[in-house]
């Protein structure tokens, strides 16, 4: 394997957050209704408003960070980073512009950054969730920041 990356484990019992934006809400309620038997085998997270309802609609345990736009995207990117959190299903509205757009693009890019399958929409979800790999181990394939670091120090060093 190349040098520059690590392989980073994900167990068989996922860490799954779960966000919605607020035209989207129905949506992943009902989503996650169809699929409340394969969801509860995992650890649920949400964002402020989506994981109330999930919580108190389907009957599903999901860990509720603050609302999107008071921080909770960052606070679920930041669990990303920390090797917390696993899958991210994001049924997010593409036709209404959002306070914390910027939020939004730093949870997608973190999500990427960190190799984390992700679902923006419901056919994706469907598939992702339907996947062998949701219920085994897999290893996600990460680039090794401390070696990157080190290679840049380098080049800054030469000049």
Known sequence: MDSKYNMVKMERKKHIALIAHDNMKDDIIEWARENKESLSRHFL????????????????????FKSGPLGGDQQIGAR?????????????????????????????????????????NRATADFLLSSAFMEGEYNRKI???SKTVDMRKDKFKRK
Do not use: C, N
Request: proline share 8%; aromatic share 10%; no cysteine.
């Open 143 to 145: 680039l090794d920041f």
């Open 80 to 120: 990303i980073a920390e090797g917390i959190i696993d899958v991210l299903i994001f049924f997010w509205d593409p036709l209404e512009a959002q306070p914390h757009d910027p939020d939004v693009k730093a949870l997608l890019r973190i999500g990427t950054l960190y190799d984390i399958p992700m679902a923006t």
């Open 45 to 64: 997270y949400g964002t402020g408003t989506t994981a109330t309802l999930i919580s108190d609609i389907v009957g599903l345990p999901v860990k509720a």
